[in-house]
């Protein structure tokens, strides 16, 4: 099984629903991490979390929210989703030693 | 002005030469730098990082590091098809804030 697992993997859905991204990891770290990737754009940083009670915001937090249920379960909510938020989304966990990113597999939405 | 920049490419280099590719960074106080190569429809994986000044070798990946010119680079020497892929420079800013580049996207021609 994958280290850090994102649900659902394929999303489409109408402008204005409401949309949950899961990730959860087995790796033990503390900190985790979302990031949207757009072409040309490489990643961009949402949100991120040292731990449960630790939330902060990251370069285009507005639109999205978070909720970090448990040191292994990070959320991402799209609350009324917009076409321009159609995008590949990866959940990683970060190892304090190294400093090294651990990605999931990426959850692709589009929003018609 | 982005923070991390990096040409987005495409960089294109016959099989077997040196790929160099550049990454530049705004934050004075980063110190760890990192890079990382994503194929197509892939996540990124990490190939190197690095916090020092000079230069770190990982088999025939190189990286290296300038902070007073805030420059980082990655060479890949003996270059193959495989290493086809986009090549992502990532920086850690003040509070643990992992700030990644647009990429460059490599290609080796056999």
């Known amino acids: 099984d994958a280290d850090v697992t994102q649900t659902p993997r394929n999303r489409i859905t109408k402008t204005g629903k409401r949309i949950m991204l899961e990730c959860s990891q087995t790796?033990?770290?503390?900190?985790m991490y979302w990031y949207r990737q757009d072409p040309g754009l490489g990643l961009r940083l949402i949100y991120y979390s040292f731990d449960v009670k630790d939330i902060n915001k990251g370069e285009i937090s507005d639109g999205y929210s978070v909720s970090r249920q448990a040191q292994a379960k990070f959320s991402l909510s799209l609350e009324s989703a917009i076409p321009n938020q159609t995008a590949l989304y990866f959940c990683?966990?970060?190892?304090?030693?190294?400093?090294?990113?651990?990605f999931g597999e990426g959850s692709r939405l589009t929003v018609l | 002005q982005k923070e991390v920049e990096q040409n987005s490419g495409p960089l294109s280099v016959p099989e077997g030469a040196i790929a160099s590719l550049n990454c530049t960074y705004s934050?004075?106080?980063?110190?760890?730098f990192f890079w990382y190569r994503q194929y197509s429809g892939k996540s990124p994986e990490l190939i190197m990082f690095?916090?020092?000044?000079g230069d770190k070798e990982d088999g025939r990946f190189t990286a290296q590091l300038n902070k007073a010119s805030q420059y980082v680079s990655l060479l890949i020497r003996d270059s193959q098809p495989s290493d086809s892929a986009t090549y992502l420079c990532?920086?850690?800013?003040?509070?643990?804030?992992?700030?990644f580049g647009a990429g460059t996207i490599l290609r080796v021609k056999s």
């Open positions: 990532a920086v850690m800013e003040y509070g643990n804030k992992l700030v």
């Open positions: 990683a966990t970060h190892s304090g030693n190294t400093g090294e990113l651990f």
């Open positions: 790796k033990g770290h503390d900190r």
């Open positions: 934050d004075r106080g980063s110190q760890s």
């Open positions: 690095i916090y020092s000044n």
